[in-house]
């Protein structure tokens, strides 16, 4: 099993960057996808998921409303789009896989996303908001 996450770099605050995470040996539609961050010096935190269950998103609470997570059956793929990024949003983006249906808890439309939940991790990509 392999998840290869890409599409991390430069960008000034207020942008837009795009990440995608390739998922081999596995079939994403039996899955909970979601990603993941981890700033320098902080613990890693679930950004965005979408749930097996019901293919419901949730997000963090801080995230909301700019960022999106998706899928594309297809070619085996999910993304992150994320706009009007802050410099709060540096960091390591990972991508991750789990079999439970929600890898944390909701409370309504916010995610509280658990590192113990998940199954399988991307390799990263760095995602640094900064002008």
């Known amino acids: 099993v392999q998840l290869q996450a890409s599409g991390g770099g430069l960008v000034q605050p207020g942008g837009s960057l795009s990440l995608s995470c390739v998922a081999s040996?596995?079939?994403?539609?039996?899955?909970?996808i979601a990603w993941f961050r981890q700033a320098p010096g902080k613990e890693r935190e679930g950004v965005a998921i979408?749930?097996?269950?019901?293919?419901?998103?949730y997000y963090l609470e801080t995230v909301k409303g700019r960022f999106t997570i998706s899928r594309d059956s297809a070619k085996n793929t999910f993304y992150l789009r994320m706009h009007r990024l802050e410099p709060a949003d540096t960091a390591v983006y990972y991508c991750?896989?789990?079999?439970?249906?929600?890898?944390?808890?909701?409370?309504?439309?916010?995610?509280?996303?658990?590192?113990?939940?998940?199954?399988?991790w991307g390799q990263g990509t760095q995602v640094t908001v900064s002008s």
């Open positions: 991750a896989a789990g079999r439970g249906t929600m890898m944390g808890e909701s409370k309504g439309s916010t995610w509280y996303g658990r590192r113990d939940r998940v199954d399988y």
């Open positions: 040996g596995l079939t994403l539609d039996d899955y909970s």
């Open positions: 979408i749930s097996r269950m019901d293919r419901s998103t």
